[in-house]
């Protein structure tokens, strides 16, 4: 089946501790995308890569790091510095990076940080 | 102002009510326009995509963008129960390479 895999759906963590989330999609897509969502917030871009070994910080990409060394693959890491790490974390995939953009979402993983 | 506002609700209406959900944007440069489904805690998933101005239907649902106004549109016609979830707006400029910018969501619920 084609499509977006995050893992794990859930995940807790230590407050101080980095955690890295996975993303990974085998439609071919050219771009990828990571959302935070948080409740009454919608949908805040962390970070985009619309080619291997490249991407582009989004509107709130302080605390969070990425990788873009397959085409398939663009992990999240959740570093200590990032002050609200709680919310539900999505990943997308869009089939052209040059646009126009129809996104496909993975079914997220939540992530909460004690 | 906030480049694409959306009423959060939450919207609760009959089963069989034809469903009018909105948003509003600012920016001119807007050309391509969706509308996600959004089901609790799972992701969202591409209801409809439009192009410029005009009407797009898919069963029951039809998309309007009205792009003198900076305002879209997504109805539902015999709304049911399992439309009860949370509607996204979302639209990107022309130029490629941009992100979607999304509104908050709008909470439907559809009782039966």
Known sequence: DGGITQSPKYLFRKEGQNVTLSCEQNLNHDAMYWYRQDPGQGLRLIYYSQIVNDFQKGDIAEGYSVSREKKESFPLTVTSAQKNPTAFYLCASSIDRTGPYEQYFGPGTRLTVT | ?112
């Open chain 2, 1 to 112: 102002q906030k480049e694409v506002e959306q009423d959060p609700g939450p919207l609760s209406v009959p089963e069989g009510a034809i469903v009018s959900l909105n948003c509003t944007y600012s920016n001119s440069a807007f050309q391509y326009f969706m509308w996600y489904r959004q089901y609790s805690r799972k992701g969202p998933e591409l209801l409809m995509y439009t192009y410029s101005s005009g009407n797009k239907e898919d069963g029951r649902f039809t998309a309007q963008v009205d792009k003198s106004s900076k305002y879209i549109s997504l109805f539902i016609r015999d709304s049911q129960p399992s439309d009860s979830a949370t509607y996204l707006c979302a639209m990107s400029r022309n130029s490629g390479n941009t992100p979607l910018v999304f509104g908050k969501g709008t909470r439907l619920s559809v009782i039966a």
